[in-house]
């Protein structure tokens, strides 16, 4: 561990330096441990193996070829298959030709590498060679792995954990391929995994192993991601439940999941309009969010489900009066017609522009075009024309009639003219998707970029901004 440490700070040469002595003094007390240490100094490129692995039992090598395949980046044309079959075909033989060959080599290294199989055995190895191969697409090589741990008889429960967890995953690559047309049958077949592995999470949970545990987590999220879509979500709120609370139990360092899996829990609890347990999901996930990646959305969903939870209070400011209409046309258009809401969604428009958002949507209405019904078609077009831009450049000195907003004031106005144009978008009124589009790409204007000297913080925070203005672009162009 201390060996990971200095190689996290930088402190390459240090951190070579110490694993030489305990690797030293592995070799010569707890010889079990060696191949474990063997596998840091190899990852991290700590030690010159040309000597050791001369002499180096099957296992050994086998470790070595699997950490070097790890850090290699993979090449186009690069037969990766060869070199998992490799280390396959070591792992699979040296069971059987290990007590023979153990005899070339020399009393320390037949000592360190013959006890591998009660430590960091072939069980240990062949699993860690099909999860590279499930990372390196190369399914059929972890199919082959899985057949031959199913053929060992003394087998952990912890190891059938992840032997069945690497299987959940081959089905997973197998679905991977249709379940982006999420067809019935597809949706099923992803969630049967997803079953199956929140069985496996409850099961790993009650063995008490937290590396084994963390890792059927991630397992598990990775296979409810395709299906966080706000018609299927609903589907995964007792898995998500599941796997937040295992990784709360055990204080697990995976932050950012944790704070999806949050954020997630409260858009499924505020779909089904349980606000508070919704917000409080939100309340942990900003907790959770301790590189601040996520701060300005989780804050703004937060503090519009607070303003939903306060129904006898009448908002005071016209952002959050703009707010609370958006998410009442929201939750109302699912039962009745949007035309009947309508006039809603101009409210909100106009609470976030009083003076101009009528006149900009009065661009699109040809009742208010002056002229009489003699004139040509010539005289018609110019005349709509010039009604058009007489009412469109209102919108060009919205901002500028607008007193200076805070950053966060701004920020909140905008992510609420995104809310409208989507809210419009999704009814097909196009009128008022444009109008609203307008004022919403005013923003557009430079004030968010992301720039080499901010901060993490800051970065993610312009990044989604400027990610918003994109999606408003493709609907006004649209």
């Known amino acids: 561990l201390l060996v990971e440490c200095l190689v996290d700070a930088g402190k390459k040469n240090d951190a070579a330096d110490f694993s030489k002595v305990t690797s030293d003094f592995i070799e010569q007390h707890t010889p079990e441990l060696y191949p474990r240490i063997f596998s840091i100094q190899v990852h991290h490129d700590l030690i010159d193996v040309s000597n050791i692995l001369t002499k180096a039992s099957p296992k050994l090598l086998a470790i070595y070829k699997l950490q070097k395949l790890k850090n290699t980046a993979v090449n186009e044309g690069r037969k990766e298959s060869d070199e998992l079959r490799e280390i396959f075909l070591l792992l699979t033989h040296s069971s059987q030709t290990q007590s023979s060959a153990s005899n070339s080599f020399s009393p320390d290294t037949n000592h360190s590498h013959t006890v591998i199989s009660t430590f960091y ?61 999420y067809t019935k049958s597809s949706v099923e077949a992803q969630l049967s995994v997803v079953s199956r592995l929140e069985a496996l999470l409850l099961r790993a949970l009650r063995e008490g192993d937290a590396e084994v545990t963390q890792s059927v987590c991630v397992a598990l999220w990775n296979s409810c991601l395709p299906l966080l879509q706000h018609n299927l979500r609903k589907n995964l709120k007792s898995p998500l439940l599941t796997l937040s609370q295992a990784l709360e139990n055990m204080n697990s360092m995976l932050l950012d999941m944790r704070c999806q899996i949050h954020a997630e829990l409260a858009a499924i609890e505020e779909e089904a309009e349980r606000l508070e347990p919704a917000a409080q999901h939100l309340q942990a996930a900003l907790v959770l969010d301790e590189s601040g990646q996520f701060q300005q959305r989780l804050s703004f969903h937060l503090h519009l489900i607070q303003l939903r939870s306060n129904l006898y209070r009448t ?36 609470a976030l522009a009083p003076e101009t958002f009528q006149m900009v949507l009065d661009a699109d209405s040809t009742a208010k075009v002056s002229g009489s019904r003699l004139q040509d078609n010539v005289e018609q077009l110019a005349a709509k024309a010039k ?21 966060y004031r701004e920020r909140y106005r905008m992510r609420l003219w995104v809310s409208l144009v989507k809210a419009a978008r999704k009814e097909e009124l196009w009128d008022i998707c444009r109008a609203a589009c307008r004022f919403c790409l005013l923003y557009d204007d430079g004030r968010w970029t992301v720039k080499c000297k901010q901060t993490y913080k800051e970065e993610c925070g312009e990044r989604e901004l400027l990610r918003l203005l994109a999606e408003v672009h493709f609907i006004n162009a649209e």
């Open 121 to 181: 055995g072939r069980i240990e190895l062949l699993l860690e060679l099909a999860f590279l191969s499930l990372q390196l697409k190369a399914q059929f090589m972890a199919e082959e792995c899985v057949k031959e741990l199913k053929t060992i008889d003394d087998i952990a429960v912890w190891q059938r954990i992840m032997v069945e967890c690497v299987e959940c995953k081959l089905a997973l690559s197998k679905q991977n391929g249709n379940i982006e047309d």
């Open 315 to 350: 908002p005071t400011s016209p952002e959050d009066q703009a707010a609370m209409l958006i998410q009442q046309t929201k939750e109302r258009l699912g039962n009745e017609t949007a035309k009947k809401w309508r006039h809603t969604l101009v409210s909100a428009g106009i």
């Open 387 to 407: 009604h058009y831009r007489t009412c469109a450049q209102k919108v060009e000195c919205h901002l500028a009639r607008m007193e200076r907003d805070t950053n």
